[in-house]
């Protein structure tokens, strides 16, 4: 294990005195010692280790040339201002004094030599601090020239993979979101996970507008899969609209990592009620446009058509095909015994008209009207021609047919019942 050295310096912080006093030993032997290359005294640990033990030696005191005059005049010979020679107590005294200023002469120059080479520490302190925050800063300015670099590249690369049809606002998010995600990654990462980092990035602010973009194609979707009346028609519109907010209201139940699919069967599901009320409706007035009652005229059809539509009107949504066709079968039936009945009157006038031709000894007609006595086969004749030539030559006057044709006829003598008379008689125009 190699010997372990001390500095002046160091020593004398050991031993409890000045580096001034410690190279002085040096200086003069009394400590174990070794100057360096550089002009250094390197004390060993032993050498520390004996002083401790033993104590530290004074300094040796040089004699300067009037002390030593001194000593080399008789010692018999007084000294001035001395009345007797000098005894050894005041030549002890003497000595202390001599001792003591040393000491304190010598501290005075440790003290300023320690001053001296505070400030002169403290100046190469000042100095090396002050090197080294602009050494600090200018490698900060670097680095961070370096880093905005780096940083504007990757931003660069994050906004040419925003999607072209993408809204310039998401530029602003992809901006921000690159920024906070590479404010604690250093700019010596491995370009890899950096990729990775911004890509993340760059999803995270574009996932609310690819969600509304999702969003909307499940609903246009949805609605698309109803019928092309209420797509495109305006009488639809109201049904359409509450298809659409239907379908958005079931999407947005639904948990903020849905898939695309997941959102297209929602919607699917959610237009379901709006297509069956449609179909409901077209069942309905296929049921109702198509009616033509056997003996129903203008009038009585159009009202029962009127009346089938709204008795299909009140059944709900859903209704069976069987049970639409019964609503409509019954209300149809009271139109249908209107016809009977009325076909029932008519009847019975006939009826009553032959029976009544009958007892006169005329032949009734199909409308129930009597010939007038003529001969059945010749009045069915003429009546027939009339009905066929002359119906357009007729007009009424005062209750009667008035014949204004030249054929020789003149006043017919049946009174008008509602039917063209069929009355053979000729009468003179004299």
């Known amino acids: 294990m190699p010997e372990a050295y001390y500095r002046t310096g160091q020593a004398a912080k050991q031993l409890g005195v000045s580096s001034y006093h410690i190279r002085r030993l040096?200086?003069?032997?009394?400590?174990?010692?070794?100057?360096?290359?550089?002009?250094?005294?390197r004390i060993p640990a032993f050498e520390i280790t004996r002083l401790r033990r033993e104590g530290i030696p004074d300094v040796p005191v040089e004699l300067d040339d009037t002390d030593a005059s001194h000593s080399d005049s008789d010692p018999g010979e007084l000294s001035e201002g001395l009345l007797a020679a000098p005894s050894e107590e005041l030549i002890e005294a003497a000595e202390e004094v001599k001792i003591v200023e040393s000491r304190l002469k010598k501290r005075r120059i440790e003290k300023e030599t320690e001053e001296f080479e505070d400030w002169f520490r403290d100046r190469d302190r000042r100095q090396a601090a002050l090197e080294a925050a602009e050494r600090q800063k200018a490698e900060a300015a670097q680095a961070e020239q370096r880093r905005r670099k780096w940083l504007d590249s990757w931003i660069q690369y994050a906004l040419n993979s925003r999607p072209y049809d993408a809204p310039r606002e998401t530029a602003l998010e992809i901006h921000q979101a690159v920024q906070t995600a590479l404010a604690d990654v250093r700019p010596d990462q491995p370009q890899y996970t950096t990729q990775r980092l911004v890509d993340a990035a760059v999803a995270k602010a574009l996932r609310p507008w690819?969600?509304?973009?999702?969003?909307?194609?499940?609903?246009?979707?949805?609605?698309?899969?109803?019928?092309?009346?209420?797509?495109?028609?305006?009488?639809?519109?109201?049904l359409?609209?509450?298809?659409?907010?239907?379908?958005?209201?079931?999407?947005?139940?639904?948990?903020?990592?849905?898939?695309?699919?997941?959102?297209?069967?929602?919607?699917?599901?959610?237009?379901q009620p709006m297509a069956k009320e449609y179909a409901h409706w077209q069942n309905c007035q296929n049921l109702a446009t198509w009616i033509m009652l056997?003996?129903?005229t203008v009038e009585s059809n159009q009202e029962a058509r009127q009346a089938v539509s709204e008795a299909l009107a009140r059944l709900?949504?859903?209704?069976?095909?069987?049970?639409?066709?019964?609503?409509?079968?019954?209300?149809?039936?009271?139109?249908?015994?209107?016809?009977?009945?009325?076909?029932?009157?008519a009847q019975e006038r006939e009826d009553q008209a032959r029976r009544g031709a009958k007892k006169r000894g005329s032949v009734p007609t199909p409308n129930g009207e009597s010939t007038g006595g003529c001969p059945p086969t010749l009045g069915a004749t003429f009546a027939s021609?009339?009905?066929?030539?002359?119906?357009?030559?007729?007009?009424?006057?005062?209750?009667?047919?008035?014949?204004?044709?030249?054929?020789?006829?003149?006043?017919?003598?049946?009174?008008?019942?509602g039917t063209i008379p069929r009355c053979q008689t000729r009468i003179s125009t004299n």
């Open 385 to 417: 021609w009339r009905k066929t030539r002359l119906s357009s030559k007729m007009r009424p006057t005062a209750g009667r047919w008035r014949r204004t044709s030249r054929s020789g006829f003149g006043h017919c003598c049946c009174r008008k019942s």
């Open 240 to 271: 359409k609209q509450r298809a659409l907010e239907a379908t958005a209201a079931a999407i947005a139940k639904l948990p903020p990592d849905a898939t695309s699919s997941e959102m297209d069967e929602v919607g699917s599901l959610a237009v």
């Open 316 to 345: 709900p949504v859903g209704t069976s095909q069987k049970e639409l066709e019964k609503t409509k079968e019954a209300a149809l039936e009271p139109f249908r015994a209107a016809i009977q009945r009325r076909k029932a009157d």
């Open 294 to 296: 056997p003996g129903g």
């Open 210 to 238: 690819k969600r509304k973009k999702e969003i909307r194609s499940a609903i246009e979707s949805a609605l698309h899969r109803l019928p092309s009346d209420i797509n495109h028609r305006p009488e639809w519109a109201p």
């Open 26 to 41: 040096c200086e003069e032997g009394e400590i174990t010692a070794e100057i360096t290359d550089g002009q250094q005294w």
